[in-house]
């Protein structure tokens, strides 16, 4: 009986731990992570209000896994309140199942940070920023990518 207490406890604690694993970032921060990726990157701007947004994740997180081989990585950036990090966005994200990277940016002036990612961002979400250092490959999408649209923006990320 001791023995299923413990296995209980630690798989509580990991469950938490895992829950609690989204990371409150700063524009820099993200500038810092987008510029120094030695992998093609996909950065996705979303929040859990957004309908379009959470719409695209399932298909971003699928046609992202299908480019694996060339080791594209997807970062989901939350731009939800500052009242629901980190437990509500924890729970919104475990609810739906994501499973890429998933940051939090602690930044309240859009007309600050947008400009940093790309100088025609005016606020509005979802957008998608990829990203190829390798290729000198920038691409920044001001909407909603279906996705056919963006199995197809993938390939040009990589190259194919």
């Keep these: 009986m001791k023995k299923i207490w413990i296995i209980l406890l630690v798989v ?27 992998v093609p990157l996909v950065v996705n701007f979303w929040a859990s209000w957004c309908a379009p947004c959470i719409k695209e994740i ?15 990585k997807l970062i989901l ?24 990277t998933i940051v939090w940016l602690d930044e309240t002036n859009a007309d600050e ?26 691409q920044f999408f001001a909407q909603q990518l279906p996705e056919q649209r963006l199995v197809q923006e993938l390939q040009k990320l990589v190259g194919q």
């Design 77 to 100: 950036v939350s731009l939800d309140f500052a009242e629901d990090y980190p437990k509500g966005i924890a729970d919104f994200v475990k609810k739906n199942n994501y499973r890429s």
């Design 113 to 138: 940070f947008c400009p940093k990612i790309d100088e025609k961002w005016d606020g509005a979400i979802p957008v998608t920023l990829m990203v190829n250092k390798q290729r000198q490959y920038r």
């Design 12 to 38: 509580l604690a990991t469950t938490n731990i895992q829950a609690q694993d989204i990371k409150k970032v700063k524009i820099n921060d993200l500038i810092k992570m987008i510029d120094t990726s030695s």
């Design 58 to 72: 399932p298909w971003f997180e699928k046609s992202v896994a299908s480019f694996k081989d060339e080791k594209v």
